[in-house]
Every structure is written in structure tokens, then in C-alpha cells.
């Protein structure tokens, strides 16, 4: 895949006083890379009372010079699929700032975790206490972001209310930024299209984007109500849907995805981009290399890049009292066994081919639009905050492996040094960010 070319702006250097210290601090040398503002090379960037305060070559005036040449300085990287409702979401709920700052990660959205009912609580235990940037996409169903593989009659559409999640929504605009459903087989085969149908009647109202998730993820009814030909949900599913709203799991390994059971690119998705959808990997377990081939090579490349860690599938204890079996022949469809991170499904997609030019918007500037947020988050332009991500850009030899078991070879590793959250500064030590298997060269 050949890389985009991206467009280069030198900052001039600006005429300082003697001893006038402009900056409380300086990130010297880094390559850095903002597409919003078209920005790729070696400069600096400096910081004033937590807001960029400049980008250019060899800033001067500073308190205090912080050198990161040979690494990667990019707007404060974005998460836009999250699972951070921690102690409410059951084995979901990571903790924020794990997740967040102490993996390089300033930005969390939230996909489902909080409801109409419970979004008080996500606002109070969640927002206020976290020193990442805390965003949701609130659930359509009234129970949130529960454990709900294992009560699917809890997603039907008799637990939607779409007055309330209005309500909700409004009350809280500072932190939703959309609706989060799912169009999957088990909840097809239990009531159709009449829960998608709902969440966009909330987001007509609302002026928001619906999520939408794809890919097996409830286990299937016994007797189901409606017939499903597999290959033709995605479609029915795309044509109730409207320009900006978001379809996740496109590298998905189950049924009912971007691939159709003939192995190949189901033909609605390129009609669904022309449409103006938009598409988020939503990493997660559900994650294949197999599957995102077949995509990539089919000319398809995501907007954004969502890692959707959760308890499932990260190194963390499971909260008591947590169902311990899951009801279904197979083990949880969302189960993982091969740990990620957001630089590392960066990395995996550096790995299929894909250029760091057209990685970095996944999560930086594209994630913002996104949002509806291009003034305040995913930019390095001077007055917002100072969101800031510094990564290691690292050669050698890596394997990359999926659940299902498939290994890809890279040569090359992101990982997080560290990251400014406004102008704060936060090590990546988080327990949950994985540790590859290096190869001997």
C-alpha cells in the first residue's frame, strides 16, 4: 500500500528576548506529526500554562527542555472505543487512567458503558476522578454496558427508552458525543432491526452519530423469531443508516462483518463509505489479520482506530461475583488471549502495510471530526490543551498473533513513553499495556 504523502509546514523562528522564558517546557527534536495541520518533521513544541503555546524548529525561551529525538510526538492520541465504566460493567470496566494517560492515551471514549440510568454515576465515578479525558457514547439500552452475553433479553427492544436516553444525553452534551448499538446475529434473530431502529430515532433527535457494532457477539436463540441470511445483514443494516454514522469491527473475525461468508469484501461497504459512513476498527478481541487483509487489499482504510480493551481480554482480575462460565458450546466470543494496546494495534497495522502516515489520523485528527471536537482535541495547534502523546519508534523483529492464532511478522514496534494530559505529564506503566515476543534477528 503506498504510502500518502503528507503535506510539510516549517515554523519559522520567532524573534525571542534574552532571557524571557516563554515556554514552561520544550519537546525537543521529536518527529512531529499532526495531520491537522499538515505538520511532519523535526521540530519542537512548547507549553504555556497547559496549552500549546507554539510548534517550530528550535524553540527557544524555555523552563525546562524535554528531549525526545528519536521519537514520534503526535497530538494526544484517541481512543474511540473504550470500556472504562469500571466497577459497574462488570469484567468490562477498566480503570480509566490504565487505560488512558498511563498507556499514552489522553482521550477515552466510552462505547455503551453508561446509560440513561447510570450516566449520573459514570459522570461522578468516572469523568471528574480520571486525569484521562473522559467522552461516552451512551448505551441505547437502559441497562448499559452490562454483561449482557450473558442476559441478551435485558437488549431487547422493551429495554429502550428513547425519551430518556434523549434526556440523558442532552443533560450530559459536554460528554456524549453519540448512540451505541449493535447489529449482530443473536439480537437479529431475536427482534430484527427494531433496536437499530430506535437508537437512530435517538439520534435524529439528538444530532448524533450512531455506533454501530458488527460481528457475532450474543449467543444464538434457541427458536429464533426472524430469519437471518447472514450476508444480507450488514446491507439491511446500512440502509437505515445515515452519512457520519460509525461501523466498528470491520477487521472482525466472526460472522455478520465486512467479509461475507465467500470470504471476500462484502460489496455494501464501499457503497456504505460513498454514503459518508464512517469506519472504526474496534480493535478488541474480535480483531482478525486474516479478516483486515481481505479488507485492505480491497482498497478499504478505517477512519479510526478503537482498541476496545475490556476485562475480557486484558491481564486483570476478574471483579467477585462475575459470572465465571459462559452458557455458550464456545468460549466467549469477545474472549482474548493475545494482550494489545492502541500503539500496538497501530503497530499491527504498520505490520499489514499500512503507511504511519494514514495511522496517525486514525487516532488523532480523524478521531476528533469524529467527535465533533476538531477545535479542542487532535491537533498540536497552539491554544488548545496540551494533549500530547510521545512514542518509542522502535526497529527489529516482532510477531504479532490474533485469537485465532494467526502470526504476522513486523519490524517494526510503537510503544508509549510517555504523554501530557493539559500540560501534566504521565509515564506509560500501565499494567494492562502488553509485552510482545521479540524474535532473534
Known sequence: MAARKTPQKTAKKSAEKPGRKKYDFVLKGGRVIDPAQGLDGILDVGVTDGK??????????????????????????????AHVYQHVSGRFGLNPDMAGVHSGVTTLVDQGGPSCMTFPGFRKFIVEPSASRILA????????????????????????????????????????????????????????????????EACEELDLP????????????????????????????????????????????HPGGFVNSKGVLHPIVKEALAKGLKMDVGHGSH????MAKKVLDAGILPHTLGADMHGYNTKVMAPRGTPKDHPDDEMHLFAGRAQFSLCHAMSELLALGVSL??????????????????????????????????LNDERGKWTFVDNSKVEVSADRLLTPAFCFRAGERFEADSGLLPQPDLIAA
Open 52 to 81: 500549546i503555546a507554539a510548534v517550530g524548529a528550535d524553540l527557544k525561551g524555555s523552563k525546562k527542555n524535554i528531549d525526545v529525538r528519536g521519537k514520534l510526538v503526535l497530538p494526544g492520541m484517541i481512543d474511540t472505543h
Open 137 to 200: 457514547f451512551i448505551s441505547i439500552y437502559v441497562v448499559g454496558g452490562l454483561e449482557g452475553h450473558y442476559y441478551p433479553y435485558l437488549y431487547s427492544p422493551d429495554g429502550v427508552d428513547v425519551k430518556a436516553v434523549v434526556r440523558a444525553s442532552r443533560e450530559n452534551a459536554d460528554l456524549v458525543r453519540g448512540v451505541k448499538s449493535h447489529a449482530e446475529i443473536g439480537g437479529y434473530e431475536r427482534w430484527g432491526m427494531d433496536v437499530m431502529k430506535l437508537a437512530i
Open 210 to 253: 450512531v455506533y454501530i457494532h458488527f460481528g457475532q457477539l450474543w449467543g444464538r436463540p434457541d427458536k429464533p423469531k426472524h430469519k437471518i441470511d447472514i450476508d444480507k445483514l450488514l446491507a439491511d443494516t446500512v440502509d437505515i443508516l445515515r452519512p457520519g454514522d460509525i461501523l466498528a469491527h470491520p477487521f472482525t473475525r
Open 287 to 290: 480483531f482478525s489479520f486474516d
Open 357 to 390: 502516515e494514514d495511522v496517525v489520523p486514525m487516532v488523532a485528527n480523524n478521531c476528533a471530526d469524529m467527535l465533533g471536537m476538531s477545535d479542542e482535541i487532535g491537533t498540536l495547534r497552539p491554544g488548545v490543551d496540551a494533549d500530547i502523546s510521545v
